[in-house]
């Protein structure tokens, strides 16, 4: 067969490249084998390590020109190489453009091979963009997909182009099953192989420790320095050398003698004639990347017989090196264990001349078989009578009904990357998966499922099962105070190991996680409870408690960053009076044994012991009741188009029927959304008010007491004029809401909050509130003509402000939730009263408005020492344009932003049609459990029962 591999840049030499270059020399002896690289890194002529391996080059990246004979003049190759790709976005690899487009598709659209071999997402999209249809294609997965990131967007848009994927570690295997599903094409386990031949063993006498790597920042070189200067001035006999190159080269070697290390750290540069030579004069072997998938320096260190120490990172490691066998993982990070295991390594000859025979032995597994071969045959088999057509529709529908309206997948969540896989482990989940209906896997963890339930119930429940584990056991504990959303007890260390005995009795059959954490709150083993026991010896400053929970859909899953820390106090041993958390608390770290009185405090309808110093209200906390506010109008509704059309037609404007108006509206439920956003993200939220136009949404259950639908008429009253379809005037009038709180934060119904927020967020202790300054400027020059009316208000907010304060406005604000004080607003309308009256005359916008809840009130607030500039991260996506709506999956995937804003601007490039099945597929992904005040939603029917977790409001 003729088979291509297709490569990023084949001459840089790390250890995917050589990876790579490996396979395909073994395949030689078969096969018509080439290698096709799009970048040619260096300006040295490069040498395959095969010379039956031709290796094509499309690309100079350093000259930003073609290889191959172009008639491009010198200017168009750079000018080309810096616009951005059409194919592979920047996000996934930003070295790609239209230079690389046009290469690619010369060399691929007529490519003359059987197999097409990518080896990453981005080139996966390359080929499905470029290459032929009859070309069989194998994506060759060398990277750790469950921590890509935008890298990985590729494969959950193009796996379908995929005949098959061919997986170098094992444990991408469940992500790829867990994400694609039926929707995924074959999976083969295909490791790197070495070559054969003679191998030299090392003697483990030379006092070298060696590091093969790219010089970048995924090989963690510089923690590698960082436990050396530890290590070396105790044995300065011992050299640490260094195989490699990459760009962090000029950097490391200036870290390296800032810390003295110079005589006994060398960096060698790529070694020439190949690593077997290296390894056999090694000692010990060590890695410090933080993930590897590839693991080819380990699997060549344990050929030669050379103990090999590295960071338990993602996901060769513990794959190959076997745990006191034939080397030591450490935790990824932690420099002083990385030193201690390298310190133990050379002081005792014994154990690292046992690991290394053993390393020798367990090498053996790691040399060629015929996987690839028996792939190939089998795809082969399949094109020749017909079936690779049928299989591949098959899969495309099935990745269809995964990947919805905007034709990508949803990665599946990685496992915690502490998590130790074990037999005993899988044998305990697949036990749990057989005996408890409403489980199932997700994410590397066996979850719970849930339709009612919302993160802060989430972690109610962890509290609470842990407390029930502790009390049961009758291990003192209390409950401590920290900035987190999730909750902390309390436990003196030396019950330890009864807290972990306690958790294997209590919830020890059930589907619960126990996560070991350092002194920096860092998981550093995780395991399922009912293992727990297992690190009775194991030092550790806590343990984080959990239940994974997810929702059927799989799009919103709760793992350990809701559970129940435990913290495990000292006594201090410089004051015996004293005791000390491992973590950080809201009374510091250090708090007197005088002050360990212990009180009863009320959480999530659960009483739990307290010290009496958290029970009292501290100076942060925001004790005062904060509301919320909507404006909405349903758009479709024929009576309210009706009354609109009337103002129209007074005012000698042009309308259209009411229903034929009605019938071309979108109504996307983004008001039933935004709840649902508070219910799970802000559950301290008193009440929530919607000011509308004598309307009630459908879904809405009008019995719930904490939501109340307030009409025009009753803000307005004897002011303005109603109907109104003014924002501005609307906005003005808020305050006038019967029974509002002093402190409320007002919403548009296209922004919602994204993750679990705290009021905190939004006021301060002393009752200020927060203003999110935007960096648009509002322009200088006054009202013309072309303003849109927001700008208009804008510019008129600033005449107000100059005159009163002397001071020129400069910024407006971010679309996120607006922080307001009712006394401010009231103080608005007494300060202003001729623009507030104005502005709520005007049933339509107006170019003399101003705009009071979205901007004039923090400017207000700011100069009468009432709101203070405040942080929050919020997203914005203008679901009209096509190169925004693809921020919605990275939305959806990293839920990193406190709120976001879904705007439509109708100048965009997406129909309205796609508009609404995008928004039908995205909200209910990000939102996909109902509020409690949904008429008929699980939570509503809890709530009415009396049955919903509780929380102080």
């Known amino acids: 067969m003729r088979i291509a591999f297709l490569l990023t840049q084949a001459d840089v030499l790390g250890g995917e490249e050589r990876a790579v270059l490996g396979h395909a020399g073994a395949l030689a002896d078969r096969h018509e084998v080439s290698v096709i690289s799009v970048f040619k890194a260096r300006r040295r002529r490069f040498t395959a390590p095969d010379p039956r391996v031709p290796v094509g080059f499309l690309v100079e990246a350093l000259q930003h020109r073609p290889v191959r004979r172009s008639t491009l003049d010198e200017a168009a190759g750079p000018a080309l190489s810096a616009l951005p790709s059409e194919v592979v976005e920047r996000r996934w690899d930003d070295r790609f453009s239209r230079l690389t487009d046009i290469e690619l598709e010369y060399a691929l659209q007529d490519i003359d091979v059987d197999v097409l071999v990518t080896t990453s997402p981005a080139l996966l999209a390359c080929a499905a963009r470029f290459a032929p249809p009859h070309v069989l294609t194998v994506h060759h997965e060398l990277g750790v997909p469950e921590t890509a990131g935008a890298a990985v967007e590729p494969l959950l848009r193009h796996i379908t182009r995929c005949d098959a994927v061919a997986l170098a570690c094992a444990r991408s295997k469940e992500w790829y099953t867990e994400t694609f599903g039926p929707g995924a094409p074959p999976l083969v386990v295909i490791p790197p192989a070495l070559t054969e031949g003679f191998r030299p063993r090392s003697t483990l006498e030379t006092r070298m420790v060696t590091l093969a790597a790219r010089l970048e920042e995924r090989s963690g070189i510089a923690d590698a320095l960082t436990a050396w200067a530890r290590v070396s001035p105790l044995h300065p006999t011992w050299v640490l050398r260094i195989l490699g190159d990459g760009p962090l080269g000029s950097r490391l070697t200036g870290r390296r003698d800032q810390l003295g290390l110079h005589g006994t750290v060398q960096f060698v540069g790529e070694a020439p004639a190949g690593l077997a030579e290296e390894w056999a004069k090694a000692g010990i072997a060590l890695s410090t990347a933080t993930e590897d998938a590839v693991g080819l320096a380990l699997r060549e260190a344990q050929a030669a017989g050379v103990p090999v120490l590295a960071y338990d990172s993602p996901h060769a490691p513990r794959e190959i090196v076997h745990e006191g066998r034939t080397g030591l993982l450490t935790t990824p990070g932690d420099t002083d264990a990385l030193a201690g295991a390298l310190l133990s390594l050379i002081e005792d000859a014994d154990t690292r001349h046992g690991m290394g025979r053993l390393a020798a032995e367990a090498a053996l597994r790691f040399f060629p078989g015929d996987r690839w071969d028996t792939l190939f045959a089998a795809l082969e088999a399949d094109r020749a009578d017909g079936r690779r057509a049928a299989l591949k529709a098959e899969r495309t529908a099935a990745h269809a009904l995964v ?79 920290t900035t987190k959303v999730r909750h902390t007890v309390a436990v003196h260390a030396d019950h330890r190991e009864a807290v972990l005995k306690a958790l294997a009795q209590h919830v020890g059959k059930q589907a619960v996680y126990v996560a070991l954490l350092n002194d920096a709150d860092t998981s550093v083993a995780t395991t399922l409870a009912g293992l727990a026991t297992e690190y009775l010896r194991t030092e550790c400053s806590g343990l984080r408690v959990y239940q994974s929970v997810v929702t059927p859909s799989r799009t919103l899953r709760l793992g350990a960053a809701y559970g129940c820390t435990v913290a495990f ?328 932003h406190d709120v976001f804003c879904l705007n439509d601007f109708h100048d965009g490039d997406v129909s309205e049609d796609e508009q609404d099945a995008t928004l039908a597929a995205f909200l209910p992904s990000y939102f996909p459990v109902a509020a409690q005040f949904e008429a008929g939603s699980p939570r509503n029917r809890l709530f009415h029962a009396g049955q919903l977790p509780g929380w102080p409001l």
């Not at 005993?424 to 989940?429: G, H």
């Not at 009411?658 to 301290?684: C, G, I, K, Q, V």
């Not at 003005?732 to 809401?737: G, K, V």
């Not at 849109?788 to 402000?801: G, H, Q």
């Open 403 to 481: 990947a919805g309206a905007g034709g990508q997948a949803r990665a599946a969540a990685a496992a915690p990357r502490s998590t130790q896989h074990s037999s005993r482990l899988q044998q305990a989940e697949e036990r749990l998966l057989k005996e408890h209906r409403g489980l199932v896997r997700d994410g590397g963890q066996v979850c719970r499922l849930i339709d009612a339930e919302t993160p802060f119930d989430t972690v109610q429940a962890n509290l609470a099962m842990t407390a029930a584990a502790l009390e049961a056991a009758r291990v003192p504990y209390f409950v401590s105070r």
């Open 569 to 896: 106090w000292e006594d201090d041993p410089e004051d015996p009076g004293t005791i000390v958390s491992p973590f950080r608390t809201l009374l510091g770290s250090r708090v007197p044994k005088s002050a360990l009185r212990r009180v009863p405090t009320d959480l999530g309808g659960r009483r739990y012991p307290t010290l009496e110093a958290f029970a009292e209200t501290l100076h942060h906390d925001i004790a005062f009741p904060v509301d919320a506010v909507y404006t909405w109008v349903d758009g479709a509704d024929v009576s309210w188009l009706e009354r609109k059309n009337a103002v129209l037609a007074a005012k000698g404007i042009e309308t259209e029927d009411a229903a034929t108006s009605a019938a071309r509206f979108r109504n996307r439920d983004e008001l039933r959304y935004s709840l649902r956003s508070l219910d799970m993200y802000a559950p301290w939220i008193r009440n929530i008010y919607i000011v509308t136009d004598r309307q009630v949404p459908s879904w809405l259950d009008p019995h719930h007491p904490r939501v109340r639908v307030v009409d025009h008429t009753e803000i307005f009253g004897d002011e303005g004029a109603l109907p109104t379809y003014n924002s501005h005037a609307i906005e003005s009038r808020l305050h006038h809401i019967d029974g509002l709180a002093e402190h409320f934060l007002y919403f548009n119904d296209d922004v919602f909050a994204a993750r679990p927020l705290q009021p905190s967020l939004f006021f301060l202790g002393n009752g200020q509130s927060k203003h999110f300054m935007s960096s648009n400027a509002i322009p200088v020059n006054p009202i013309t003509e072309g303003d849109e009316f927001s700008r208009m208000a804008a510019k008129n907010n600033r005449e107000l402000v100059a005159r009163k304060f002397g001071r020129t406005l400069v910024n407006s604000f971010i679309h996120a939730p607006h922080p307001l004080r009712r006394s401010v607003m009231y103080d608005l309308e007494r300060e202003f009263p001729d623009a507030l009256r104005a502005t709520a005359q005007h049933q339509l916008r107006d170019a003399s408005d101003v705009s009071v809840a979205s901007s004039l009130h923090h400017y207000f607030g700011y100069y009468t020492g009432r709101s203070v500039p405040g942080g929050i991260s919020s997203g914005f996506v203008n679901v009209g344009l096509s190169d925004q709506v693809k921020k919605l999956n990275h939305l959806l995937a990293e839920r990193a």
